[in-house]
């Protein structure tokens, strides 16, 4: 059983699309996350959700927008798509909010914008 | 400013050997954890090991062991017995305490290990 489970993959589109990836954890955490991975291979956090109230919102354009319909999903929803948003994005999870919390990854969606 | 550097891109080692990855990390919260995640080429992120700000001793797991130096407010990863298998990016990564609501996981830049045979 995968613990922090993302789908699709891997997602390939056009310009000015709207896409989801949607991601779920089994563990039952009450933290999650979304981290952008460039080309670069640089992690970034945009978004956290804790027991579904987000707590933290980066500095990220808003054509993205998180959904957390339960403490066990959240979902990336972005909007119009373009190049620059070609990333590896990565669903996390971890317990709580304490220091010492790890967080649990996702195997990662590779997005690429055509 | 950089809250997590490693300033090593690359790094190779012979196979069994031991190597050192370094981190160093800037915070003005007493309260801190250090991180490192180890990234294979399959690309999930796995979690290696964890130092807490207030431990006394190095963490330690299997053959990963963490070389603190707060007053250096350094986090070095060590890998012994280096395996082909850990071949891959390392990232090391900081939570804050007070100031950062320990809300956030911040990632260095990351290091390329290559074990050779």
């Known amino acids: 059983d995968t613990a922090v489970s993302q789908t699709p993959k891997y997602l390939v589109t056009q310009m000015g699309n709207d896409k989801s990836i949607k991601c779920e954890q089994n563990?039952?955490?009450?933290?999650m996350y979304w981290y952008k991975q460039d080309s670069k291979k640089f992690l970034k956090i945009m978004f956290s959700?804790?027991?579904?109230?987000?707590?933290i919102n980066e500095t990220v354009p808003n054509r993205f927008s998180p959904k957390s319909p339960d403490k066990a999903h959240l979902n990336l929803h972005i909007n119009s798509l373009e190049l620059g948003d070609s990333a590896v994005y990565f669903c996390a999870s971890s317990q709580g909010l304490l220091g010492n919390e790890k967080l649990f990854f996702g195997s990662g969606t590779q997005l690429s914008v055509l | 400013a950089q809250k997590i550097t490693q300033t090593q891109p690359g790094m190779f080692v012979q196979e069994k050997e031991a190597v050192t990855l370094d981190c160093t990390y800037d915070?003005?919260?007493?309260?801190?954890?250090l991180f490192w995640y180890k990234q294979p080429s399959s690309g999930e992120m796995i979690f290696l090991i964890y130092q807490g700000s207030y431990d006394q001793q190095n963490a330690t797991e299997g053959r990963y062991s963490l070389n603190f130096q707060k007053a250096r407010k350094s986090a070095n990863l060590v890998i012994s017995a280096s395996q082909l298998g850990d071949s891959a990016m390392y990232f090391c990564a900081m939570r804050e305490g007070l100031s950062g609501g320990y809300n956030k996981l911040i990632f260095g830049a990351g290091t390329r290990l290559a074990v050779h045979p």
């Open positions: 915070t003005s919260d007493p309260s801190y954890g």
């Open positions: 959700y804790n027991n579904k109230e987000l707590i």
């Open positions: 563990l039952g955490h009450d933290t």
